[in-house]
Each structure stands twice: as structure tokens, then as C-alpha cells.
């Protein structure tokens, strides 16, 4: 059968290999009287020993991929599983009361999870958790069911998900995952943002990958267009594969660029920057002819482990992206954590609007021990190379204040304590909220750069859920409305002699580049894989040629109108 799914293509390329679902299996545990208790102790132990084995091999790939702290979750959760305090009472409970292994384990198990969450204590919590964990790889042995591990895939396979978390997404083996499907999101969630700064291909939005692909299936992901073929004859592989080279010799040729600054047919220079989630990214943006990191998305520090991490860790992570970025500009963004980034280990309760909700800046300025740890650490890395801070979900000039208030309180502390501190630091702001847009003005006179981010500001803009595929045609970065707010926020800027740069996916989209080149956009910064395409089109653009059109622009009625005017005048 030969069958296919539309999505949106969330990181370009083609990738062609074997299904793997990964979805969470049903442990259902019903309660069993047992006659023979030896024979169940023994398939108890043996269960144990099995999850042991795996999890040494996840710590192993954890420690090699990821990093020593990402490994020391696991190596938790492999004390938990030699503890005698939550093995002992399950044999017990087998030796008296005659039940099944795997139901004196829940018990066990749910009994130590509600005794530790009820306390009033961090790392009591974080036990919880992590016994939660492994108890729940012990009975999915015990009921002869695979729990799906990314980090243990041992061939090429393409991932099917409903979702990924970023989480998830950081953990995939770039060597084994070829590429991956989701029912659920859209270009600019935060799992599309990762495949594309990891290079796999990946399709996302479908809605119905997990329902129509099954496990070893032969799927070919095509990201560059957004489609999912299930089942293909040879034919169509072979036509894939040939797309595929296609796409590869385009590559090469955007390749030939990597060391040429971005000038325009008019001689008008743009920077072209990348965006990033950790300090290993710097290789892409390096090697992709990035001039600039104009978005360091540092909340991923914060993710996939069980603690916040320590000044230390962070200072560690801000000094490898400044030196390897050689003096080049480096925009950090302090903490972004809420929407569709969670962090458990804060247990923040559940939000009816999580996008709306307590988080980034406006939980910075409320857990302030969280933001001033972040603050030194990136203070102390000053030092180290070309550093500007940037505040996330800014809406007010008050909040701005506070916020720059406190990097400049943490600041006098350090220096008065004899550590030194770059004096040259710019600090902006993110414009992504619709009231700072509108306010830009006010802002331009206390800020020293603006980065415009349209992957929120086009979801509030339009009041459309970035994530929700069922709204996404009203996520329309082409709207009228956007580029007017757009254009406000660039004239701003300018007017005050400060700069402005957007750092949502809007800026590396071929269609929207000549628009944002007329707008007088100074910072393009996008996935270090758009860049090259990036500055191929806009070598062959005229700036002033698109500034003439700014106006008859900004008077457009619908989106339709600005792409059909794009495409006609650009050839895009
Ligand atoms: C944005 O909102 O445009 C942005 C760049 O931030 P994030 O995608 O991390 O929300
Ligand atoms: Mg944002």
C-alpha cells in the first residue's frame, strides 16, 4: 500500500529508512495471586537486571553524547534499582501476600512516589521522580513490553511521534536518526527549531504519522516540501533519491559562499546570524558562514536534567560559545522557560495558558536567585568575546528596567569584588509581544538593539497557537499587520540610532527576505542552515530597489496579496 501524509516541512532535506515508533506503551498492572513465589521472585530479579543493563547503556550514550551531567540522571536512577529500601518490601510483599511481581511493585513503588512528593523537599521530589522512572521500565519488563529508547536505536530508522519534546529531540542520534514525523506543531516549535540546528530532515503537523505508519514501514521524509510517503514502490525511492543528490548539489553550491559577507547587488551589507540551543552548535554556524549568533537560546541548559544548573555550568557554556565564536558577536538570551519548554524540576503549577502564562522574564523577575545566577555566569564570560544580553517576552519599559536594574547590581557586586567584567556588553530586548511592538518608540530611547521574535509575535498578533496545526493558516508572517509592527520596531531603532535584527523563523524564509531588506532590517538571524541560501538570494537583491517598495507594501490588504507581489517581482 502506498500511501501520503501532508505536513509542514520543518528542517529541510530528505531522509528515506525504517519507521520507529516512539510512543509511551500501556502499562496496565492488574493484581494476580501467584503460586509458585520463587519462580516470581526470580522474574522479578530478572526484570531488575534487564533494566540495569539498559540503563548502563544509556548512561553511556548520555555521557558520550550529551555531556557527564546529562549521564548522572541515569546514573540515579541505576542506584535506585540497587536499593535495597524499594526492592526488599517487593519480594516481601510476593513471599506474603501471594500477589504478582509486577503489581507488588506499583504498590511499592506508588507507596515511596506520594511519601516523597508529599514532603516539602526538592530533592525528596526529584527521587520521586526518578523512582517513578525506573519502576516504570521494571514492569514494562515485567509485562514483556518495550519502553522506546532514541538513545539506544542502533540502525537508521526515522522517528514517529505525536510530539517530541526538545528534550526528546536533543537526545535522537544524529548518526542513527535519519530523520522524523510528528502529528502535532508547526515550523517554529521548538522540536522543528531543533531538527533543523541538528540537519535532520523532519516533517512535522501531519496529524496522522503515528496512526497510519507502522514500526520497520519504509518511510521517505521529504522536509523540503512537507510530505511523508509510507510504503514507496522502488520508483518513487529512486525519484527521491535523486531529489535527494539534487538537494545535496545545491548545498555544495550555497557552500562555495561560506566565507563572503552578505552585500547586496547595491553594495548595502546585512548581518546574517544564527540561531542556537547549546555551545556544540557554534561548529554549524561556523561552518555555515554564520557572522554572528544573533539568538543563543539558553533554556536548553536549564532542560533534560533534574536541577537547575550551577553558575559554574552556565559560566562553562557562555565562555565555549563567546571563544569559539572568535570576537564575533554573541546575543544571549536569558531564561525562556514556560510555553512548550518545561522545566518539571521548578513544579510551576499547570497553567490554562501556558503561552500567556508565568514565564521567561516575567518568572525571572519573580524567582530573582534563578535570573542573578544566570546574570554573573554571563557576566564573568564577558570577558571571553563579544557579548550581548538579551531580554526574552519583554512587555513593558518597566519590566525592561527592572531587568536591566539587576545585570547592573550583579555587575557592581562582581566588579567590586575585584572580577573582571566587559564594559562594552549591549543589552536588548526581544520584541515579541505586541504591546512592546506598539511601543517600540518608548523602548528604542533605554534599549541598545532590538531582535524582533516572530515566532510569538505572529501568534499574538494574530491570537493563533504556534503549535496548533488546526490554526496555522492564520499564522501568517506575511500579514499586513506583522510587517506594519515589523516596520514600526525597525524605524524605531533607527531613529535612535540603535539596531534592529529579528531572530524568529521569519527571518531566514526566502519570501519574507526581500520584504524584511526593504524594511531596513540590519540582523537576519536564523537556523545555521538557512544561511547560505540566505545570502545567495540576497547577493542578488538590490536594497534600494526593495526599500521603494516598502510603502506600497505596508497598504497591502491580505497576505495573498504580499506573496503574489513577492513571487512576481522576486521570482521566488
Ligand atoms: C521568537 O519568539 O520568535 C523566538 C525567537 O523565540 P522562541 O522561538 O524561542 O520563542
Ligand atoms: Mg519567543
Not at 380 to 399: C, D, K
Not at 410 to 432: F, H, P, R, T, Y
Amino acid at each position: 500500500m502506498t500511501n501520503n501524509l501532508k505536513g509542514i516541512g520543518a528542517s529541510a532535506g530528505i531522509a528515506i529508512a525504517k519507521a520507529y515508533r516512539l510512543e509511551e506503551p500501556e502499562l496496565t498492572v492488574e493484581k494476580r495471586e501467584i503460586s509458585d513465589k520463587e519462580a516470581e521472585k526470580q522474574r522479578f530479579e530478572q526484570a531488575i537486571a534487564k533494566s540495569k543493563s539498559e540503563l548502563e547503556k544509556i548512561k553511556e550514550h548520555a555521557d558520550r553524547e550529551l555531556g557527564a551531567d546529562k549521564a548522572e540522571i541515569f546514573a540515579a536512577h541505576l542506584l535506585v534499582l540497587s536499593d535495597p529500601e524499594l526492592l526488599n518490601p517487593v519480594t516481601d510483599k510476593i513471599n506474603t501476600e501471594s500477589v504478582n511481581a509486577e503489581f507488588a511493585m506499583k504498590e511499592t513503588a506508588d507507596m515511596f512516589v506520594s511519601m516523597f512528593e508529599s514532603m516539602d523537599n526538592e530533592y525528596m521530589k526529584e527521587r520521586a521522580a526518578d523512582i517513578r522512572d525506573v519502576t516504570k521500565r521494571v514492569i514494562a519488563h515485567l509485562l514483556g513490553v518495550q519502553i522506546p529508547n532514541p538513545s539506544l536505536i542502533s540502525e537508521e530508522v526515522i522517528i514517529i511521534a505525536e510530539d517530541l519534546t526538545p528534550s526528546d529531540t536533543a537526545q535522537l542520534n544524529r548518526q542513527y536518526v535519519k530523520g522524523f514525523t510528528t502529528n502535532i506543531g508547526g515550523r517554529t516549535s521548538h522540536s522543528a527549531i531543533m531538527a533543523r540546528s541538528m540537519e535532520i530532515p523532519a516533517v512535522v503537523g501531519t496529524k496522522q504519522a503515528t496512526t497510519s505508519i507502522e514500526n520497520d514501514t519504509i518511510v521517505i521524509v521529504d522536509g523540503l516540501d512537507g510530505d511523508v510517503i509510507i510504503n514507496p514502490s522502488s520508483e518513487v525511492i529512486s525519484q527521491y533519491e535523486e531529489k535527494k543528490a539534487k538537494y545535496e548539489q545545491q548545498k555544495a553550491e550555497w557552500a562555495k559562499l561560506v566565507n563572503e559577507p552578505t552585500v547586496t547587488k547595491d553594495g548595502q551589507h546585512v548581518e546574517l546570524a544564527a540561531n542556537i540551543g547549546t555551545p556544540n552548535d557554534v561548529k554549524g554556524v561556523l561552518e555555515n558562514g554564520g557572522e554572528a549568533v544573533g539568538l543563543y537560546r539558553t533554556e536548553f541548559l536549564y532542560m533534560g536534567r533534574d536541577q537547575l544548573p550551577t553558575e559554574e555550568e552556565q559560566f562553562d557554556a557562555y565562555k565555549a560559545v563567546l571563544e569559539r565564536m572568535e570576537g564575533k558577536p554573541v546575543v544571549v538570551r536569558t531564561l525562556d522557560i514556560g510555553g512548550d519548554k518545561e522545566l518539571p524540576y521548578l513544579h510551576l503549577p499547570k497553567e490554562m495558558n501556558p503561552f500567556l502564562g508565568f514565564r521567561a522574564i516575567r518568572l525571572c523577575l519573580e524567582e530573582q536567585d534563578i535570573f542573578r545566577t544566570q546574570l554573573r555566569a554571563l557576566l564573568r564570560a564577558s570577558t571571553y568575546g563579544n557579548l550581548r544580553i538579551m531580554f526574552p517576552m519583554i512587555a513593558t519599559v518597566t519590566e525592561f528596567r527592572e531587568a536591566k536594574a539587576i545585570l547592573l547590581e550583579e555587575k557592581e557586586k562582581l566588579v567590586a569584588n575585584g572580577v573582571q567584567v566587559s564594559d562594552a556588553i549591549e543589552i536588548g530586548i526581544m520584541v515579541e509581544i505586541p504591546s512592546t511592538a506598539v511601543m517600540a518608540d518608548q523602548f528604542a530611547k533605554e534599549v541598545d538593539f532590538f531582535s524582533i521574535g516572530t515566532n510569538d509575535l505572529i501568534q499574538y498578533t494574530m491570537a493563533a497557537d504556534r503549535m496548533n496545526e488546526r490554526v496555522s493558516y492564520l499564522y501568517q508572517p506575511y500579514n499586513p499587520a506583522i510587517l506594519r509592527l515589523v516596520s514600526m520596531v525597525i524605524d524605531a531603532a533607527h531613529k535612535e540610532g540603535k539596531w534592529a535584527g529579528m531572530c524568529g523563523e521569519m527571518a531566514g524564509d526566502p519570501i519574507a527576505i526581500p520584504l524584511l531588506l526593504g524594511l531596513g532590517l540590519d540582523e537576519f538571524s536564523m537556523s545555521a542552515t538557512s544561511i547560505l541560501p540566505a545570502r545567495t538570494q540576497i547577493k542578488g537583491l538590490s536594497k534600494a530597489e526593495a526599500q521603494s517598495f516598502k510603502e506600497k507594501v505596508l497598504a497591502m490588504t491580505t497576505t495573498e496579496e504580499v506573496v503574489a507581489f513577492v513571487k512576481e517581482t522576486y521570482q521566488v
